[in-house]
């Protein structure tokens, strides 16, 4: 229950809202359950009248069923209005925060996450949120106010009438939503799960259409995304049978107050100590009293699946981010050297350091390329040079200065990249190559594409710099995205260049003109080159050879290619 506690201070800001939607709602109810029972005294009494032959002041009644007929309908309009008004407010401000939350732990806290399965968090488990108070806490609190309220109007005129509503209103709105409550968790807590694994498998499943079409054909993906609806389909069912059963037995209760009422008070009328007109008003009032515990059944069936979004939403919320939060950051200076000092690197859970006592400085106007196979931690390298992660040893500095007293994002300025899964957004040519610098001139657009080689194959397309890439890049080859992606980097203006594998798809002949043209055109910047590859180490002014995450051989490339 902590975590719907949780929930609840999240909505504090719109605490005035919801006090003031349970009071319209609340008095709503009682105006309809006045209104039924104003309405069966009123009807009997003019009968009893009329069959006596007496006369009777009839304004008084007509008018109170015309006040409480609108105060009802005003009342539960206003009452949505108001409502809807807090819950949209709260939904509005739980998606920042949980963006907010989340943003600090991409890309590095969140590799293990499917994207199909963030987009559920983000999206379906932020609706049902929701339900925290229309559904749950509202209810609940409305069903305790008018049913007290019935309950203390009929004591004052039978204790025994009274005390059969409060044992069937107990029954009807505690022990049975308590029961459905319980059927109901497993299959409940199952939805929210499966809803999101249903999500996440549907994604990879278009995503990765083509690999599958190759490597599945017994379509075991397919399999599993049909299997997961159908379970899906199947708790849904048993939710909502077990909600027609709970609507059945309030409906019961609701029957069986009318008879207790009418069975507790027929004696009375013949013994004169009840009216009856009064007998048809605690009735009418008692069957309209269990109008408000109809929505507490499903107050409890909804209560399981709020609870497991909310987990699922603050497990996300309360993970640590990989670099700790900065509290009083420094200005990031616009350039200076930037510098590793005896620095290791471990990944959670992981027995193996990535990276051990690495050391080099990077000046503007300084070539360094990080050579080794793949697994020898020159991707960890990048990912702490650009504070995505924290270095587990040593120091990493920037002009100076430990990089622990600047903002990421804020250090990240100083950087172009190209990573090594560097990012197409679903647009054109033009957008994602302005991503860089909104403001950067053809010309300039152009001397990059040159550079970076894609400039002609761009020029070919009937579309040009307008041409639609597609998903993930996926209208263009992996070579081309990668020199698009190399295309964007150089047209920031950022006193260093990290190039991850840049020539990563090209053939050797390129991957030359290319890496020759980006080194003579970057000749003020610092440049990073992370590659496992030899071709145009000789331009470099220093070559890191790394192997297992250690430092096994550096120096000038002559010196290196000599001594390897």
Not at 206 to 234: C, F, N, W
Not at 328 to 336: D, I, L, N, R, Y
């Given at each position: 229950m902590k975590d719907f506690l949780r929930v609840l201070r999240l909505m504090r800001p719109q605490a005035g809202w919801m006090a003031l939607s349970i009071a319209l709602a609340?008095?709503?109810?009682?105006?309809h359950v006045a209104l039924m029972a104003t309405?069966?005294?009123?009807?009997?009494a003019m009968a009893a009248a009329g069959l006596a032959g007496v006369s009777m002041n009839y304004f008084t009644p007509a008018a109170m069923i015309r006040a409480f007929a609108i105060v009802r309908t005003g009342g539960r309009y206003v009452e949505r209005l108001v409502g809807h008004e807090a819950t949209l407010k709260f939904v509005a401000s739980l998606r920042p925060w949980l963006f907010g939350r989340l943003e600090p732990l991409a890309p590095a806290a969140l590799e293990d996450e499917r994207s199909g399965d963030l987009m559920t968090r983000l999206r379906g488990d932020i609706d049902r949120l929701e339900f925290a108070f229309l559904r749950i806490l509202q209810p609940m609190v409305v069903a305790v106010i008018v049913i007290g309220i019935g309950i203390a109007y009929a004591a004052f005129h039978d204790a025994a009438i009274a005390m059969a509503l409060a044992v069937l209103a107990f029954a009807a709105g505690l022990v049975l939503p308590l029961l459905v409550g319980r059927l109901s968790a497993p299959s409940a807590r199952r939805v929210t799960a499966n809803s999101s694994d249903l999500n996440a498998l549907l994604v990879e499943h278009l995503e990765a259409r083509a690999e599958l079409d190759i490597y599945d054909p017994g379509h075991r993906h397919r399999a599993a995304v049909l299997e997961?609806?159908?379970?899906?389909?199947?708790d849904e069912r048993k939710v909502a049978s077990l909600a027609g059963l709970a609507s059945a037995g309030v409906g019961l209760c609701a029957n069986l107050a009318l008879v207790a009422v009418i069975a507790i008070g027929g004696p009375q009328i013949a013994a004169g100590t009840l009216g009856g007109p009064d007998l048809v008003m605690l009735a009418l009032m008692g069957l309209a009293l269990f109008e408000v515990v109809g929505p507490l059944p499903v107050a409890m069936q909804t209560l399981p699946g709020f609870l497991a979004s909310a987990r699922r939403i603050f497990s996300l919320a309360d993970r640590a981010p990989p670099v700790p939060a900065v509290a009083m950051p420094e200005s990031v200076p616009e350039t200076g050297a930037l510098t590793f000092e005896n620095v290791g690197f471990t990944y959670p859970g992981a027995g193996a350091a990535a990276l051990s006592d690495v050391s080099f400085t990077l000046r503007p106007g300084k070539?360094?390329?990080?050579v080794g196979p793949s697994g020898s931690g020159k991707s960890s390298l990048v990912s702490l040079a650009l504070r995505y992660r924290a270095a587990s040893e040593g120091k990493i500095g920037f002009a100076g200065q430990p990089v622990e007293r600047f903002e990421p994002e804020a250090l990240r300025r100083r950087f172009a990249v190209l990573a090594q899964s560097?990012?197409?957004?679903?647009?054109?040519?033009?957008?994602?190559l302005r991503l860089a610098d909104p403001a950067v001139s053809r010309g300039r657009i152009d001397q990059a594409c040159a550079l970076a080689g894609i400039l002609d194959f761009i020029k070919e397309q009937p579309d040009g710099f307008d041409t639609y890439v597609g998903a993930h890049g996926a209208k263009v080859s992996g070579g081309q995205g990668r020199r698009l992606g190399l295309a964007r980097a150089l047209?920031?203006?950022?006193?260093?260049?990290?190039l991850d594998e840049p020539t990563e798809g090209l053939d050797p002949e390129t991957e030359e003109r290319v890496l020759e043209g980006v080194l003579e055109a970057t000749r003020e910047r610092g440049v990073l080159l992370i590659t496992h590859s030899h071709a145009c180490l000789e331009l470099?002014?220093?070559?890191?050879?790394?192997?297992?995450?250690?430092?096994?051989?550096?120096?000038?490339?002559?010196?290196?290619?000599?001594?390897?």
């Amino acid at each position: 229950m902590k975590d719907f506690l949780r929930v609840l201070r999240l909505m504090r800001p719109q605490a005035g809202w919801m006090a003031l939607s349970i009071a319209l709602a609340a008095l709503a109810t009682l105006a309809h359950v006045a209104l039924m029972a104003t309405s069966g005294w009123f009807i009997t009494a003019m009968a009893a009248a009329g069959l006596a032959g007496v006369s009777m002041n009839y304004f008084t009644p007509a008018a109170m069923i015309r006040a409480f007929a609108i105060v009802r309908t005003g009342g539960r309009y206003v009452e949505r209005l108001v409502g809807h008004e807090a819950t949209l407010k709260f939904v509005a401000s739980l998606r920042p925060w949980l963006f907010g939350r989340l943003e600090p732990l991409a890309p590095a806290a969140l590799e293990d996450e499917r994207s199909g399965d963030l987009m559920t968090r983000l999206r379906g488990d932020i609706d049902r949120l929701e339900f925290a108070f229309l559904r749950i806490l509202q209810p609940m609190v409305v069903a305790v106010i008018v049913i007290g309220i019935g309950i203390a109007y009929a004591a004052f005129h039978d204790a025994a009438i009274a005390m059969a509503l409060a044992v069937l209103a107990f029954a009807a709105g505690l022990v049975l939503p308590l029961l459905v409550g319980r059927l109901s968790a497993p299959s409940a807590r199952r939805v929210t799960a499966n809803s999101s694994d249903l999500n996440a498998l549907l994604v990879e499943h278009l995503e990765a259409r083509a690999e599958l079409d190759i490597y599945d054909p017994g379509h075991r993906h397919r399999a599993a995304v049909l299997e997961t609806s159908d379970a899906l389909i199947d708790d849904e069912r048993k939710v909502a049978s077990l909600a027609g059963l709970a609507s059945a037995g309030v409906g019961l209760c609701a029957n069986l107050a009318l008879v207790a009422v009418i069975a507790i008070g027929g004696p009375q009328i013949a013994a004169g100590t009840l009216g009856g007109p009064d007998l048809v008003m605690l009735a009418l009032m008692g069957l309209a009293l269990f109008e408000v515990v109809g929505p507490l059944p499903v107050a409890m069936q909804t209560l399981p699946g709020f609870l497991a979004s909310a987990r699922r939403i603050f497990s996300l919320a309360d993970r640590a981010p990989p670099v700790p939060a900065v509290a009083m950051p420094e200005s990031v200076p616009e350039t200076g050297a930037l510098t590793f000092e005896n620095v290791g690197f471990t990944y959670p859970g992981a027995g193996a350091a990535a990276l051990s006592d690495v050391s080099f400085t990077l000046r503007p106007g300084k070539r360094i390329a990080i050579v080794g196979p793949s697994g020898s931690g020159k991707s960890s390298l990048v990912s702490l040079a650009l504070r995505y992660r924290a270095a587990s040893e040593g120091k990493i500095g920037f002009a100076g200065q430990p990089v622990e007293r600047f903002e990421p994002e804020a250090l990240r300025r100083r950087f172009a990249v190209l990573a090594q899964s560097d990012h197409l957004f679903s647009t054109t040519i033009d957008d994602n190559l302005r991503l860089a610098d909104p403001a950067v001139s053809r010309g300039r657009i152009d001397q990059a594409c040159a550079l970076a080689g894609i400039l002609d194959f761009i020029k070919e397309q009937p579309d040009g710099f307008d041409t639609y890439v597609g998903a993930h890049g996926a209208k263009v080859s992996g070579g081309q995205g990668r020199r698009l992606g190399l295309a964007r980097a150089l047209l920031k203006d950022a006193p260093f260049l990290i190039l991850d594998e840049p020539t990563e798809g090209l053939d050797p002949e390129t991957e030359e003109r290319v890496l020759e043209g980006v080194l003579e055109a970057t000749r003020e910047r610092g440049v990073l080159l992370i590659t496992h590859s030899h071709a145009c180490l000789e331009l470099m002014d220093e070559v890191i050879v790394l192997e297992a995450g250690r430092i096994v051989e550096r120096g000038a490339p002559g010196e290196v290619f000599r001594r390897t």
